[in-house]
């Protein structure tokens, strides 16, 4: 068969993924000529990976979104040389793939000769129309995957209907004027179609999105990325569970980090946490031996690690992390890795003993392997999170010095103090694979006895024993694109009203603008490391630790004098809008977070969790998308009588509501016209308020 592909491309950091690359390069086989319409820049690195898998490559502006990168592609190829092909497929960068063979489904709808075009999925009959003033949303093949063959290529109705094609400038105009279109539009004029996958064998109106396992379990290739920054509380709606789809994935072979390494880029990380599963239970590994057997791996090819604790100033840091027993959880870490102690107050042999159970390495070397070495630091936040990004990040990241980047940042110390209690700069050219943060400073906490626990359940999910220690090392081992590992939020005894950026949600945007952050942040409450204690890859730090260093050189050189830079660094909350945006700077960097439970705390927040579910939704309508809309509608920024009604209506009378929606949405400027809503909802009301007679079989009649 002589099959050609339009690609349609668009990446709005101007990338070309490695998941679009790894589907072109599997379609390649199939095709005798495919083109790449790119409505986004494609710089010279781009164009090679995308040649290596395409015939040409076309790049143009984001005019007409996907509409008009298929017109556009059409017309590059030739009106009249379209009827060349006995198949043309019309498909785009919004799935990856394969994740089942090509093979199958190619040869299974190309055994279908009577037909003219044919789909991969398809969506439902929606009533109402989901957003437009309309009766219904027609069922249709989706835009992903539309395969014409040579009967429609050569109907002049093809090439009038993409000509005549009305403006297309937003997601709703694509789907109102192509996607839900298309199918009727040509099966109205005499042409007959297939759907690899129908709708009728599922049991939603959007399986691509709602039933992805159940699709690729019939053998469908594609899996849609839709799935993995949807709305987790539409998903919820629809049963599908957090995780299945990376599991799915995974059992077909097709690369998870593939996948995560991609959507960090679109999701927000809390959407993605919940959509794609990312809260880990971890299980207890077996620890590496400090003295390996024969045939195992040595220290030296295990992963190294580096892990800085700080010490705030004043006694009371030593105090808590006595209290909190550093120096026992610090002995579940592998014998290998280095400990280094952070504080703006030297910190003597004795000091670093009660904190972490080591002492210092003595002149001549005694202690080896299990030496604490220290470094002091300046004074500018409670945690050290702008020391530990600007003062110590040659410990973590080894090979840049430190305050590296040429800012002039310093540390407020010599050398000496540097070095006291042991040698800190031993690392030379060893990398270090892992960096673990822990710190005896507060968590602002609303109260003593949260904060407690809040600690405790920090600690614990980052150190409880060896084997759970070593549970985390084998997470990372087995998803190169993790990047950090932080603790689940506690929940018990800490307020959850309200938006959860704390008055600090404008500045991180402004700070994740400068940094050039791709990742979105998280609307409501963002997704962050508690007390800023984490697990994690030095490459996915870099990006935050570049940052942390302009915005204290630029505090700096607008300050009179070094006292004021540090006011002026508290006063803005700088190290509280880092902290914020640990997450979404790995993300920009391609890793991607999960959250980490021990077995204990899992059960222990799930059952209170649960509890505090139940009584707050016991008064509440009974899906969570519906008591978002109903709480929204009365203590929301748009609360009001209108939202009041309508939540109500849906509630409730939800036949009703689906009748007066088409009229609705013409008030409200959902359509073009007023006969469509007005009729449309008279029609329904019609038939759906009017008295009905109890229904009997057919059979009775």
Same mark, same amino acid.
């Given at each position: 068969?002589?099959?050609g ?7 709005? !950091?101007?990338?070309?993924r ?7 390069a599997s ?12 409505n ?14 395409c015939?040409e ?6 005019a ?33 793939a ?13 055994s ?5 075009f044919?789909?991969? %999925? ?8 989901p957003f ?9 093949i ?7 063959r ?12 993409w ?7 937003s997601?709703?105009d ?38 992805a ?14 799935a ?12 599908v ?7 799915a994935?995974?059992?077909? /072979?097709?690369?998870?980090?593939l ?13 993605l946490i919940?959509?794609?599963?990312l %809260?880990?239970v971890?299980?207890e ?6 003295e ?13 690690g580096?892990?800085?604790? !700080?010490v705030p100033?004043?006694g ?9 027993? *550093?120096?026992?959880r ?6 290998h ?6 504080s ?27 030496? +604490?070495?220290?470094?002091? +630091? ?5 945690? @050290?999170?702008?020391? *530990?990004?600007t ?5 973590w990241d080894? @090979?840049?010095?430190v ?6 940042v ?11 209690? /042991? ?17 005896a400073g ?35 081992e087995?998803h ?5 590992a ?11 009203g309200?938006p ?10 402004a ?12 609307p ?9 204690? *984490? ?8 990006t ?10 630029l505090t ?6 070094p006292?004021?830079?540090v006011?002026?660094?508290r ?14 700077a790995?993300?920009s960097s391609?890793f991607h977070?999960?959250?980490v ?5 899992a059960?222990?927040?799930? /059952?209170?969790?649960?509890?505090k579910?139940?009584?707050l939704?016991?008064?509440l ?7 978002v809309?109903?709480l929204?509608?009365? *203590? ?5 009588l ?6 109500? +209506? ?7 509501? /689906?009748?007066?929606?088409p009229?609705?949405?013409y008030v409200?400027?959902?359509t ?8 449309g909802?008279?029609?329904?009301l019609?038939g759906?308020?009017?008295p009905?007679r109890?229904a ?6």
């Amino acid at each position: 068969m002589n099959r050609g592909i339009v690609y349609f491309h668009f990446d709005s !950091h101007h990338q070309v993924r490695d998941y679009v690359v790894h589907a072109l390069a599997s379609l390649r086989p199939h095709a005798e000529q495919i083109l790449v319409v790119s409505n986004s820049p494609v710089d010279d690195a781009g164009r090679a990976r995308l040649k290596a898998s395409c015939d040409e490559i076309l790049e143009r502006p984001n005019a007409g979104l996907d509409v008009g990168a298929y017109r556009a592609g059409l017309e590059h190829l030739g009106w009249d040389r379209l009827a060349d092909f006995d198949e043309l497929i019309l498909t785009n960068h919004t799935f990856y793939a394969p994740l089942r063979p090509w093979e199958e489904v190619l040869t299974r709808t190309g055994s279908r000769r009577d037909i003219s075009f044919w789909g991969m %999925t398809e969506h439902g009959v929606m009533r109402p129309h989901p957003f437009l003033a309309k009766r219904e949303l027609p069922r249709h093949i989706q835009s992903h995957w539309i395969a014409v063959r040579r009967r429609l290529l050569a109907d002049p109705a093809f090439r009038e209907y993409w000509e005549q094609m009305p403006p297309v400038s937003s997601y709703r105009d694509s789907i109102q004027w192509h996607e839900s279109r298309f199918t009727d539009h040509f099966t109205g004029i005499g042409h007959t179609y297939e759907v690899a996958f129908p709708v009728d064998r599922y049991h939603s109106d959007n399986p691509a999105i709602e039933e992805a396992p159940a699709l690729l379990a019939d053998g469908c290739p594609l899996l849609k990325r839709r799935a993995f920054f949807h709305d987790p509380l539409h998903q919820d709606r629809q049963a599908v569970v957090g995780g299945d789809l990376l599991e799915a994935a995974a059992q077909a /072979g097709y690369s998870e980090d593939l996948i995560l390494s991609d959507v960090v880029h679109t999701a927000a990380a809390r959407d993605l946490i919940v959509n794609a599963g990312l %809260t880990e239970v971890v299980t207890e590994s077996a620890p590496e031996s400090a003295e390996p057997a024969p045939g195992t791996s040595s220290p030296a090819q295990q992963p190294s690690g580096c892990v800085v604790v !700080h010490v705030p100033a004043a006694g009371e840091g030593i105090e808590r992390a006595e209290a909190d027993g *550093f120096a026992q959880r610090l002995a579940s870490l592998p014998a290998h890795w280095r400990v280094v102690v952070t504080s703006p107050e030297p910190l003597d042999a004795a000091d670093l003993e009660r904190v972490t159970g080591r002492r210092p390495a003595d002149e001549d070397g005694t202690a080896g392997d299990t030496a +604490v070495a220290f470094r002091a +630091v300046r004074d500018l936040d409670p945690r @050290g999170t702008i020391a *530990f990004l600007t003062e110590c990040d040659d410990l973590w990241d080894p @090979g840049r010095p430190v305050g590296s980047s040429g800012d002039g940042v310093g540390d407020g110390s010599d050398d000496s103090d540097r070095k006291e209690g /042991g040698d800190d700069s031993g690392h030379g050219d060893d990398g270090v694979d892992l960096v673990l943060r822990i710190t005896a400073g507060p968590l602002n906490g609303p109260e003593q006895g949260a904060d407690d626990v809040a600690r405790r359940q920090v600690l614990d999910c980052l150190l409880d024993s060896p084997g759970h220690v070593a549970g985390l090392i084998d997470l990372f081992e087995s998803h190169p694109s993790l990047g950090v590992a932080m603790p689940a939020a506690c929940h018990i005894g800490q307020p959850h009203g309200g938006p959860q950026w704390d008055g600090l949600a404008g500045a991180a945007e402004a700070l994740s603008r400068r940094l050039g952050l791709t990742a979105a942040l998280d609307p409501i409450a963002p997704a962050m490391p508690v007390g800023a204690m *984490f697990l994690a890859r030095p490459e996915a730090l870099r990006t935050l630790s570049e940052g942390a260093k302009e915005l204290v050189r630029l505090t700096e050189q607008a300050a009179a004098d070094p006292e004021e830079s540090v006011r002026r660094l508290r006063r803005a909350r700088a190290a509280e809008v880092l902290e914020l945006l640990t997450v979404y700077a790995a993300m920009s960097s391609g890793f991607h977070p999960r959250e980490v439970l021990t077995p204990t705390w899992a059960g222990r927040l799930y /059952g209170s969790l649960a509890y505090k579910q139940r009584a707050l939704t016991a008064d509440l309508p009974a899906y969570t998308d519906e008591q978002v809309r109903f709480l929204q509608a009365r *203590f929301g920024p748009r609360a009001g009588l209108g939202p009041r009604v309508r939540s109500y +209506v849906d509630v409730h009378h939800p036949e009703m509501a /689906g009748a007066l929606k088409p009229a609705y949405r013409y008030v409200t400027g959902g359509t073009k016209g007023i006969t469509d809503g007005v009729k449309g909802a008279a029609r329904s009301l019609g038939g759906r308020l009017r008295p009905r007679r109890s229904a009997r079989p057919a059979s009775d009649a």
